[in-house]
T-cell receptor
Framework: ELKVEQNPLFLSMQEGKNYTIYCNYSTTSDRLYWYRQDPGKSLESLFVLLSNGAVKQEGRLMASLDTKARLSTLHITAAVHDLSATYFCAVDRDDKIIFGKGTRLHILP | DGGITQSPKYLFRKEGQNVTLSCEQNLNHDAMYWYRQDPGQGLRLIYYSQIVNDFQKGDIAEGYSVSREKKESFPLTVTSAQKNPTAFYLC?????????????FGDGTRLSIL
């Protein structure tokens, strides 16, 4: 059974700091997704990672994938308040897409 | 503009009542999904469908039913057998697995018990 674990589940950080969210998954998969959710809203796709060593960057967010370690990271550089949201990773296997519990990120001004 | 439309945005259910949540997409996606999200929790897969007239149970299918008679539509019925239906329900769609595209999500339906 595929399990997806994120940590931390809650993160409060100051503006301007760097931090990393981790996503571990239990079985092999060839694609991993990162999404953002604002309170009461739907999910917005951030990144799709398709191969070992894949790295994608958008603004202050950078995602990477290590399929051998079954680990993806979402790195936040010089955080700003607008990045406050819940971030989910999701893994695709056998036509099912399984989500982690999410990391609730709160950035203090 | 292409997208996924969920309706209604808010829904209230009485005891013993079945309710149906609508999900329509005009993205020409083959695959559609239903997720349940509880406060402070992740998304849990209820049902999914890769093709018209076919669907599979997800991790928490008990108390729910779906149909997929048209490519564009994937309604979810929350039956009276679902004893704790209060949650935020999200519908998603995507191209077939080989396309390697992310899911697109609707805006969700918030279901509460009266």
């Amino acid at each position: 059974e595929l399990k997806v674990e994120q940590n931390p589940l809650f993160l409060s950080m100051q503006e301007g700091k760097n931090y990393t969210i981790y996503c571990n998954y239990s079985t092999t998969s060839d694609r991993l997704y990162w999404y953002r959710q604002d309170p009461g809203k739907s999910l917005e796709s951030l990144f799709v990672l398709l191969s070992n060593g894949a790295v994608k960057q958008e603004g202050r967010l950078m995602a990477s994938l290590d399929t051998k370690a079954r680990l993806s990271t979402l790195h936040i550089t010089a955080a700003v308040h607008d990045l406050s949201a819940t971030y989910f990773c999701a893994v695709d296997r056998d036509d099912k897409i399984i989500f982690g519990k999410g990391t609730r990120l709160h950035i203090l001004p | 503009d292409g997208g996924i439309t969920q309706s209604p945005k808010y829904l209230f259910r009485k005891e013993g009542q079945n309710v149906t949540l609508s999900c329509e997409q005009n993205l020409n996606h083959d695959a559609m999904y239903w997720y349940r999200q509880d406060p402070g929790q992740g998304l849990r897969l209820i049902y999914y469908s890769q093709i018209v007239n076919d669907f599979q149970k997800g991790d928490i299918a008990e108390g729910y039913s779906v149909s997929r008679e048209k490519k564009e539509s994937f309604p979810l019925t929350v039956t009276s057998a679902q004893k704790n239906p209060t949650a935020f329900y999200l519908c998603a769609s995507s191209h077939p697995r080989g396309s390697r595209q992310p899911q697109h999500f609707g805006d969700g339906t918030r279901l509460s018990i009266l």
